[in-house]
């Protein structure tokens, strides 16, 4: 990938595994591959091509993004991530029928792990 911004660190094509508790800040996270990203920091980051690939929802738990028009933008969360965002979006209120909707995107095996995961959360 090419940029003209100057970046302060450069992750491409790497596995990181666990960035968990991690701050970046200015960095170009090309294509690579994070395992947990609990409660770490990405600040005016680029993620393109990065794949968020947890087994377990609390590994999603606390991550702090600076959001702009790019910030999502060729992220590749895994079917689990997507799944969890939606699970806690459909948490919020009002909207019923779309929040409806969100859950019923959900794969039933991962529904009944985020049910578990988030019991402490009630309703």
């Given at each position: 990938m090419t940029s003209l911004r100057d970046w302060k660190e450069?992750?491409?094509?790497?596995?990181?595994?666990?960035?968990r508790g991690?701050?970046?800040?200015n960095a170009l996270i090309s294509e690579?591959?994070?395992?947990?990203?609990?409660?770490?920091?990405?600040?005016?980051c680029d993620l393109r091509g990065t794949r968020v690939d947890i087994d377990n929802p609390a590994r999603l738990l606390?991550?702090?993004?600076?959001?702009d028009c790019y910030s999502l933008d060729g992220?590749?969360?895994s079917e689990l991530v997507l799944d969890t965002w939606l699970f806690l979006l459909?948490?919020?209120?009002?909207?019923d029928d779309k929040r409806a909707g969100m859950l019923g995107l959900i794969d039933?095996?991962?529904?009944?792990?985020l049910e578990r995961a988030f019991?402490?959360?009630g309703r």
């Open positions: 450069i992750h491409q094509n790497e596995d990181l595994g666990s960035v991690r701050r970046f800040e690579c591959r994070v395992t947990d990203v609990a409660k770490a920091r990405f600040i005016n606390g991550v702090t993004m600076t959001l992220l590749r969360p459909s948490r919020t209120d009002g909207n039933p095996l991962h529904r009944i792990q019991e402490f959360l």
